[in-house]
């Protein structure tokens, strides 16, 4: 009997450990599959004298995402959001302070760069405190400590108007793990700027508002951009907003070439580096996230209703097979092309004090402190 119970136990032992260890290996490869997110809110101020630091917000929104194409956090590339509000116009409302979102916090880069290029300038009353509280609240903020999340609020009036305390707002901004980072566009006091910032663990920054963007142009730019051209043609609208989403992707194109082929060229490396994400339009994106099994038949596009099964997913996955490899000849172009913007920008006097230029420097050494990591 005593034989009989010993083997039972060594048995019952047995399966708890293979339990114990099963669930081990489950929970690795959870932590090993999650992806870090970084996740970041602009905030701009489109009083009348603002025009110059949103022309800066235009011109290098691509730089500012293309640093997380850069980034990693043990190994892995970060899920890259963004969220916009402007504040400080007067046809805003004071109800709500004179603040307005325009983008939650999405993958949608395309949405924010649209957002961006439609903003103008008239006057008004500028109220910091409320728009950060505000980001704060509405905002699906992720719950993560690991994760990288920032507010950034660039505006040129004293920082402690409105009946919201800024200082409030910015203790309740880091109780959730969110900077706040300040950057003034004029002269006059800069204390509760410094101080909003020094208490959400954030940074202060002064630029000059009318600054130009020095945008260095290189031989690799025009190759870049004919890769981007195809690349858009890997890009399967589906759904109720493909046609308009696959529209605006294009239109966003030509806003960026508007400004200038450097321009161009940092937005197609944004499209290949992983940050741009289409899924909620993209077929291609779609089916790597949830299959083609959660595609609806009548969400398909037109040309691929006659397919069967088997058509439609080797036709989604030759896409992918075309995006992946334009993707990986941008990107190569794209360390040379930085290698050559970076020997330049040795030869240019000063240090360029823009806005995309301060975010850029500050979300490097804050994302640092989360175990970011970024390449050249």
Known sequence: MKQFYRKTNIVILALVLMVSTSWAVAADKKVSESKPVAQIALILDTSGSMSGMIDQARNQLWAIINQFVKARQNGVRPQLQVALYRYGSPGLGSDNGFIRQLAPLTGDLDKIAEELFKLTTDGGEEYCGWAIQTAVRELQWSTSNSDYKAIFIAGNEPFAQGSVDFRKSSKEAISKGIVVNTIHCSGGSDQDWKTAAMLADGSFM???????????????????????????????????????????????????????????????????????????????????????????????????????????????????????????????????????????????????????????????????????????
């Open 206 to 376: 002064r630029i000059e508002t009318n600054q130009a963007v020095v945008e260095i142009e290189t031989p690799f730019d025009a190759e870049i951009v004919r890769l981007n051209t195809a690349l858009n043609d890997t890009y399967i609208g589906y759904g109720v907003a493909g046609v308009a989403s696959k529209q605006r992707q294009t239109k966003m194109d030509s806003a960026s070439r508007s400004i200038g082929v450097a321009n161009m060229s940092k937005r197609a490396v944004a499209k290949a580096g992983g940050s741009y994400k289409a899924a909620s339009w993209d077929l291609v994106d779609a089916v790597e996230d949830k299959g083609m099994e959660g595609i609806k038949e009548e969400e398909l596009p037109k040309e691929m209703l006659s397919m069967s099964a088997p058509e439609r997913k080797k036709y989604v996955g030759k896409k992918k097979e075309d995006r992946e490899k334009l993707q990986k000849e941008i990107l190569e172009l794209s360390s040379k092309r930085d290698a050559y913007v970076r020997a330049q920008r040795k030869e240019l006097a000063g240090n360029e004090k823009t806005l995309g230029n301060q975010i850029e420097q500050a979300v490097i050494k804050q994302s640092g402190k989360k175990g970011y990591t970024f390449s050249q």
